[in-house]
């Protein structure tokens, strides 16, 4: 393994960047990567970009989750006929399907997030090819290639028929 230390602790090894989580990049207002500017895949630049993009979304879903926590307490529970009961049951059941949703999400953020670190952000998992800027701004967390992840839910097609 080829390992080089950068400054602000930033990494390269093999070729690829891993940014610590201490580590701050200021990006430009309006910053995206794109295969045109002249960058190479997965710089700092690129990193910092997908982090800032990561945490904003983990964020966002923390205070989802909050704010669905609290409506939940605050609803007075004995209110109204069994009809509304009942409808009342099915909304706050959908909303704690929806908060396990954004614990799973988050969940796979920090697995994102960790990868970024590490230096493995970007490469697929099962080919270790470039996963691609568009789907990555796409899919922040995506860990396979369209073209993994393709085959991947074909295999699973198959084996569920």
Partial sequence: MNSTALENGITKEDGRYALPATTIIDLPDGYRPSDDDGEEYMSPKHLAYFRKKLKKWRDDLIEESRQTMDNLREEVRDVGDEAERATRETENSLELRTR??????????????????????????????????????????????????????????????
């Fill in 100 to 161: 396990d949703r954004y614990r799973k999400l988050i969940s796979k953020i920090d697995k994102a997030l960790r990868r970024i670190e590490e230096g493995r952000y970007g490469f697929c998992e099962e080919t270790d090819e470039e996963i691609g800027l568009e789907r990555l701004d796409a899919r922040p967390i995506a860990t396979l290639t369209l073209d993994a992840q393709e085959r991947r839910e074909h295999l699973q097609k198959q084996m569920g028929d």
